[in-house]
């Protein structure tokens, strides 16, 4: 695996299912493979579950991690092409992504959409740039439009919790003060179209997420009725991907509260499992009743974060071998 990005990246779904299985049953049973590698984790933004899920991953492995916070303790980054910088940027990432390859064997970058210039979020221009300058295998840690590590965690709680073969999951917007990119959202919705589940995805209108993450998904503008029957109800918030109004890009068109999932929105699913990625904020997104309830799984979710991200590790250290 050369980078680490999409649904597709991981090849098999069902083969990466049960990889997952194995390596979270035995985490400490390929402490070898990683003999000897060194994973770098660079951090353009904050981070709580993917900065340390990605570190218990390596050191599961055997592979010693080292993590760079840009902004913080190095300095600041040119991620434009052709500028002069004669701004507060102090080093371009011309230089800084060879240096950074030849320090490791695989790189993770987490690297947020800016939301002011759709076309250079939505290229992945950052990402792409470790891709292209550092000749190393990189990985997705939350990068302009995409989230797989969550993705394939995400995926990987739903195949523990279901009880059905073919599970109703509902990915449904939910309110917050502040514009959030769409990566989460077109990740799960992309992983979700990969996996054998009935998908639907519900939001106010203006909202729509990129067909290339969607597909053919059900998009039910209303929200309860999406929510019926749901076996898991899939919350988070996202700007607006200027889809259907390119200049509305980044933008919060809505903070309506009706769409927070309280228990009048779980009384109408199949007694759902509720999801979330985390960070949340509480009373915003989900009722203090709902993430309390035991039909919340979020910390499992978050606890899966250190098995999708073995298992994508492991496969890049088994392609070095
Ligand atoms: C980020 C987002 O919505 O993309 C990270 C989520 C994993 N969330 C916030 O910035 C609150
Ligand atoms: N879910 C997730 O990626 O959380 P962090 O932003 O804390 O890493």
């Known amino acids: 695996m050369k980078s680490f990005l999409?649904?597709?990246?991981i090849g098999d779904i069902r083969k990466?299912?049960?990889?997952a299985k194995a390596v979270k049953a035995s985490p400490n049973a390929w402490k070898d493979l990683g003999k000897d590698k060194t994973i770098i984790l660079i951090f353009f933004n904050n981070s709580l579950r993917t900065r340390l899920s990605s570190q218990k991953a390596a050191l599961n492995l055997g592979m010693d991690p080292i993590v760079l916070n840009v902004n913080g303790d190095s300095w600041k980054l040119e991620t434009q092409m052709g500028v002069v910088m004669d701004g507060d940027k102090s080093e371009h990432?011309?230089?800084?992504?060879?240096v950074i390859g030849s320090y490791c064997d695989i790189i993770g970058v987490r690297s947020f959409a800016g939301l002011s210039d759709r076309e250079f979020d939505y290229a992945e221009?950052?990402?792409n740039q470790f891709i292209e300058y550092?000749?190393?295998p990189v990985i997705s840690l939350e990068s302009a439009t995409v989230h797989p590590c969550q993705a394939f965690a995400d995926l990987i709680t739903i195949e523990e919790y279901k009880t059905k073969a073919r599970p109703k999951v509902v990915l449904t917007w939910a309110p917050h003060p502040r514009a959030l990119p769409q990566a989460v959202p077109n990740s799960?919705?992309?992983?979700m179209n990969a996996a054998d589940v009935d998908f639907v995805i519900t939001h106010p209108e203006g909202y729509e997420l990129d067909p290339r993450f969607t597909g053919n998904a059900r998009v039910e503008y209303d929200q309860m009725k999406?929510?019926?029957?749901?076996?898991f109800v899939y919350a988070k918030n996202w700007s607006c991907p200027g889809v259907t109004k390119p200049s509305d890009y980044g933008k919060v068109l809505s903070q309506d509260m009706g769409w927070m999932i309280d228990s009048r929105h779980m009384a109408v699913t199949d007694d759902a499992c509720f999801?979330?990625?985390?960070?949340?904020?509480?009373?915003?997104?989900?009722?203090?009743?709902?993430?309390?309830s035991p039909r919340s799984i979020v910390i499992p979710e978050a606890a899966n974060r250190v098995v999708s991200a073995q298992v994508v590790m492991k496969r890049m250290l088994e392609d070095l071998q």
């Open 134 to 136: 550092s000749g190393r």
């Open 226 to 231: 999406a929510l019926e029957g749901a076996d």
């Open 6 to 9: 999409h649904a597709s990246d």
């Open 275 to 292: 999801m979330h990625c985390l960070p949340v904020r509480r009373n915003m997104i989900v009722s203090d009743e709902v993430i309390d």
């Open 125 to 127: 221009t950052i990402l």
């Open 16 to 19: 990466a299912l049960e990889e």
């Open 188 to 191: 799960f919705a992309e992983w």
């Open 93 to 98: 990432l011309k230089e800084a992504i060879p």
